[in-house]
C-alpha cells in the first residue's frame, strides 16, 4: 500500500476541514433554519469503550422515529468537522449522528497493560489495579469499522431512530469505511461515499509495503513493537500513524460486490490528486449492485469537496437519501 499518498490524502483532507468555519451558515439546505435544530451529546459503547456522539434532528420532529444518517470521519478527524453536513442533513427531516472513532477526539481510548497482571487477579474476571497505556489517535481500518457496526448497534435502541431506514455517510478515508461496513451488515439501506478511498487487495501491495506491514505485525505479535505514540507522524507530517499490519485485511473494493439491498452513491472529484478514481470509487461503481449513482463533480480537486463543491456534495447526499431513506 502507498501509505505516503493516504498520508497526503489525509493531511490536505484535515487542513480543508479545518479551514471551515465551526458554525454552519443558513443556506437553502437548511429547510427548517440554524435555530431549529437541535443538537445533544450521546455516549455509544463499541467493545466496552465509551465513544462520544452529536446527534441533530430538527426541533419539530422531536420524538418522532426518524431515518437516520450516521456519519463518519476521515483520517485524523473528528465529528465536530462534520457539524456543518450534520446540521444540513438534520434540517431535511433526518436524525443524525456523528461521533469520534475510539481514541479520538471527545471518544475514550483502548487500554493495554503497562507491565504484568497484578499475581491476586490471575483468576479470570476479577476486577484489579493495575497501571494502564492508552491507544490514543492511530488510525486501525478495522477498528475504525468496528466503531460503525457499534453505532449501528446503538442506533437500533433509540427511540427516535427508525430502524429500517438506516444511512451511511462516509468521507475520504472513511468514504471506503462505509462500503466496508455495508457489504457486513444489511441493516444499511443507503450510503454516501465521497471522494473515497477504498483500499486495496494485498496483491497490489507493493514488495516493500508488504514487507512493512509483515514486520510489524510480527514484532508487535513478540511484544516488540509497541503502539505509536498518539498523532505520531510516521508517515510525513500526518497526525495519526496507521497500524499497517490491519491494511493487509482492508479492502472494501474487494467488498463492495457483497452488499445487497443498498442503494450507493459515490462522490468523485474530477482532479483527483490522490489516488486513481479508476482503481477506487469508479471500481466500486463498476461492482455495485443497483441501485447506484457515480457523480464527477468538475473542475475541483480532493479538497475541493470541503470547499468549493460542499454544498453541492451535501445537496446531492440529501437527494440521494431523500430518494432511498424517506420512500
Request: with cysteine; aromatic share 8%; proline share 5%.
Amino acid at each position: 500500500m502507498n501509505f505516503d499518498r493516504i498520508a497526503r490524502l489525509a493531511a490536505i483532507v484535515l487542513m480543508a476541514v479545518l479551514a471551515l468555519p465551526v458554525h454552519a451558515q443558513p443556506s437553502d439546505l437548511q429547510r427548517s433554519g440554524l435555530d431549529e435544530v437541535v443538537q445533544r451529546n450521546a455516549d455509544i459503547r463499541s467493545e466496552g469503550v465509551r465513544m462520544s456522539a452529536k446527534l441533530y434532528y430538527a426541533k419539530a420532529l422531536e420524538g418522532h422515529a426518524l431515518p437516520t444518517i450516521i456519519m463518519s470521519h476521515g483520517w485524523g478527524g473528528t465529528a465536530a468537522m462534520l457539524r456543518a453536513q450534520a446540521t444540513a442533513f438534520a434540517a431535511a427531516g433526518y436524525l443524525v449522528i456523528a461521533f469520534d472513532y475510539r481514541g479520538w477526539g471527545e471518544s475514550d481510548s483502548k487500554v493495554i497493560l503497562a507491565g504484568p497482571t497484578p499475581e491476586a487477579s490471575q483468576k479470570n474476571g476479577q476486577r484489579f489495579t493495575a497501571e494502564v497505556l492508552e491507544l490514543r489517535e492511530m488510525v486501525d481500518p478495522l477498528d475504525q469499522a468496528e466503531d460503525i457496526f457499534n453505532v449501528i448497534h446503538w442506533a437500533m435502541g433509540e427511540r427516535m431512530v427508525d430502524g429500517s431506514r438506516i444511512g451511511l455517510w462516509g468521507t475520504s478515508f472513511s468514504g471506503g469505511l462505509v462500503v466496508y461496513v455495508a457489504a457486513r451488515d444489511p441493516r444499511v439501506k443507503a450510503l454516501v461515499s465521497q471522494v473515497g478511498y477504498m483500499g486495496q487487495p494485498i496483491d497490489r501491495f507493493s514488495a516493500p509495503s508488504l514487507s512493512a506491514a509483515y514486520t510489524s505485525g510480527t514484532a508487535r505479535a513478540h511484544g516488540e513493537l509497541a503502539y505509536p505514540a498518539p498523532r505520531a507522524r510516521e508517515i510525513g507530517n500526518l497526525q495519526g500513524a496507521p497500524i499497517r499490519e490491519k491494511f493487509l485485511r482492508y479492502a472494501p473494493v474487494e467488498d463492495v460486490s457483497k452488499i445487497k439491498a443498498c442503494a450507493m452513491l459515490f462522490i468523485v472529484a474530477e482532479n483527483e490528486e490522490l489516488f486513481d478514481n479508476k482503481q477506487h470509487a469508479e471500481l466500486a461503481y463498476q461492482r455495485a449492485a443497483e441501485p447506484k449513482r457515480y457523480v464527477l463533480i468538475p473542475n475541483i480537486s480532493h479538497y475541493g469537496i470541503y470547499r468549493e463543491a460542499r454544498e453541492q456534495a451535501t445537496r446531492l447526499a440529501i437527494q440521494w437519501f431523500d430518494e432511498h431513506l424517506k420512500h
